[in-house]
């Protein structure tokens, strides 16, 4: 069943979109002017990565393959769904289940899978929606939640407001930086990131780079 997507909307209705460094760079001044402790991580990251993906199918299934499992694993599996062709939703729809499972898909995965293939979303469409949009469209379909949409409307079509508040790195980061006495969950780190607005999604990378200098200062890889 194929999910109805406007193409009526200006592409104003998007919002800002991040394109370039330059355009991450100014939402990260934005930020470090609004916030002292957004600035002192700037001085330990550096300039933030760009963090720009192609949109599409093959971009929502590499995240659904990397859905809890570890880096590695998830880039083995994916080489593996690339090099089987399934990067194309019309050889999803047509491969046997044990094909699918072949190349390291879970069951679950699986299913996912194939609900995404046979969704025929128009992901062309999809960059002249609001960002609303856009996550309803997108976590309308089995095996897309709020994480995962969230971070493929802000890495795969670079909305600059869109933040994921579910990760896991992004709430340590925040509870390291902002000196928090526990890890924020979800809906309190998206109560947190309403304050960076209209840069929620310069946030995110600022608090991803800022995890990594964390970790490296604890010794930790």
């Not at 919002?15 to 609004?34: H, M, P, Y």
């Not at 001085?43 to 760009?50: N, R, W």
């Not at 859905?67 to 019309?90: K, L």
Request: proline share 5%; glycine share 6%; with cysteine.
């Amino acid at each position: 069943m194929a999910i109805a997507v406007p193409l009526a909307y200006e592409m104003h209705m998007t919002g800002r979109i991040i394109q370039t460094d330059a355009d991450v760079a100014e939402g990260a001044a934005w930020l470090a002017a609004q916030d002292a402790r957004f600035a002192a991580a700037l001085l330990e990251t550096g300039p933030l990565p760009l963090r720009r993906k192609p949109d599409g199918f093959a971009a929502l299934l590499d995240a659904i393959v990397g859905q809890q499992v570890s880096t590695a694993s998830a880039a083995a599996i994916w080489a593996r769904v690339q090099g089987a062709g399934f990067t194309d939703p019309a050889r999803v729809r047509a491969a046997h289940d044990d094909d699918l499972r072949g190349v390291g898909l879970s069951r679950p995965k699986v299913r996912y899978a194939r609900a995404l293939a046979e969704a025929d979303v128009d992901y062309p469409a999809l960059r002249a929606l609001p960002d609303t949009e856009v996550l309803q469209a997108l976590t309308a379909i089995t095996g897309i939640g709020t994480w995962t949409a969230e971070v493929y409307a802000m890495q795969c079509l670079g909305r600059a407001d869109i933040f994921a508040p579910g990760d896991l790195a992004l709430q340590e980061a925040a509870k390291i930086l902002f000196d928090l006495d526990e890890r924020p969950n979800e809906r309190t780190l998206r109560a947190m990131a309403a304050a960076w607005s209209p840069w929620r999604g310069v946030a995110a990378r600022l608090l991803w780079a800022y995890y990594r200098v964390a970790k490296r200062r604890e010794g930790t890889r």
